[in-house]
């Protein structure tokens, strides 16, 4: 079945340095990928997603690429914020009318001033 | 448009007490999810419903029931909660298509 694996959190950062978070997929056929965020005490809301391999999403400084060649979908941003601070999740999402989602177990970032 | 809304916000039930969650989106979507968020294991489908009048188990539907009352509103019941049912859900609604999911804001719920 579709899997997504993320990089182990949690990550602390200080403020203006340069983050990656790890995404890979196994999946049937050509989901589409998405980058979702979830900041204390909410539920999760769209951060970025692509639709097709070399698709690059990106919203907020963040940027992420459908590499089809390597079943990846790295999360980056040049310079984090305090403001960024949240639980970010990688998932998959099915062609299909019902659209499953398969998510990442959630990475969890803290940006120090 | 208020998105997906969901009731209550918090609860504390007793082991063996019954509830239901409620759940509203108000965009016009056809797909409907219900997933609990348990720490360190991302989020897990309990049920979800392609569309109205149809629905469907998820990767762990055991102890709960779902209704799709109309195209927008989903139910979830819990008909004699365990501590095992101790999470946050949530409530997600899409339009059709592989599209983005749009959650609601979800229930902290407690069961002693």
């Known amino acids: 079945g579709d899997s997504v694996t993320q990089m182990e959190g949690p990550v602390t950062l200080s403020e203006e340095a340069f983050l990656t978070i790890n995404c890979t997929y196994t999946?049937?056929?050509?989901?589409?990928l998405f980058w979702y965020v979830q900041y204390p005490g909410e539920g999760l809301q769209l951060l970025l997603k692509?639709?097709?391999?070399?698709d690059k999403g990106s919203n907020k400084g963040f940027e992420a690429t459908y590499r089809k060649e390597t079943t990846s979908f790295h999360l980056e941003k040049g310079s984090v914020q305090v403001s960024d601070s949240a639980v970010y999740f990688c998932?998959?999402?099915?062609?299909?009318?019902?659209?499953?989602?398969?998510f990442g177990d959630g990475t969890t970032l803290t940006v120090k001033p | 448009n208020a998105g997906v809304t969901q009731t209550p916000k918090f609860q504390v039930l007793k082991t063996g007490q019954s509830m239901t969650l409620q759940c509203a989106q108000d965009?016009?979507?056809?797909?409907m999810y219900w997933y609990r968020q348990d720490p360190g294991m991302g989020l897990r489908l309990i049920y979800y419903?392609?569309?109205?009048?149809?629905?469907d188990k998820g990767e762990v539907p055991n102890g709960y029931n779902v209704s799709r009352l109309n195209k927008r509103e989903f139910s979830l019941r819990l008909e004699s909660a365990a501590p095992s049912q101790t999470s946050v859900y949530f409530c997600?609604?899409?339009?059709?298509?592989?599209?983005?999911?749009?959650f609601g804001p979800g229930t902290r719920l407690t069961v002693l």
């Open positions: 997600a609604s899409k339009p059709e298509g592989p599209n983005t999911q749009y």
């Open positions: 999946a049937t056929g050509y989901p589409s």
């Open positions: 692509a639709t097709k391999a070399d």
């Open positions: 998932a998959l999402g099915g062609n299909t009318n019902a659209g499953k989602s398969t």
């Open positions: 965009m016009n979507h056809n797909s």
């Open positions: 419903s392609a569309s109205e009048g149809t629905t």
